[in-house]
């Protein structure tokens, strides 16, 4: 049901890793990165620099490890036009200015 849920609404997810947490963000097929870093926060979008970004099945297949990821060259640093695919795990980088 969710599955099919979400191809109807044309809705994907991605995902941000830390230390103490994974969370699943749902945005619309075609979403930009720099909107999707906005689903997070609203300063994420506005100091967009760049998203870096794995998929979730280089992830599985280096042993869920982000390190070997790396090494394998399978971490790829995505601009503002890379448009996000299901599955994608990413790490924004951004800078919001004082007063912005």
């Given at each position: 049901?969710?599955?099919?849920?979400?191809?109807?609404l044309?809705?994907?997810?991605?995902?941000?890793?830390?230390?103490?947490e994974v969370?699943?963000?749902?945005?619309?097929?075609?979403?930009?990165?720099?909107?999707?870093?906005?689903?997070?926060?609203?300063?994420f979008?506005?100091?967009?620099?760049?998203?870096?970004?794995?998929?979730?099945a280089?992830?599985?297949?280096?042993?869920?490890?982000?390190?070997?990821?790396?090494?394998?060259?399978?971490m790829?640093?995505?601009?503002?036009?890379?448009?996000?695919?299901?599955?994608?795990i990413?790490?924004?980088?951004?800078?919001?200015?004082?007063?912005?």
């Open positions: 049901i969710i599955k099919t849920g979400f191809r109807t044309n809705l994907i997810n991605f995902f941000t890793a830390g230390a103490k969370r699943a963000w749902t945005i619309r097929k075609g979403t930009h990165a720099p909107g999707a870093a906005g689903t997070i926060h609203t300063d979008e506005k100091g967009f620099i760049a998203a870096e970004t794995m998929s979730y280089d992830f599985v297949e280096h042993d869920s490890d982000e390190a070997k990821v790396k090494a394998a060259g399978r790829r640093t995505e601009g503002r036009k890379y448009e996000m695919v299901d599955g994608d990413c790490l924004f980088k951004f800078n919001v200015g004082k007063g912005k």
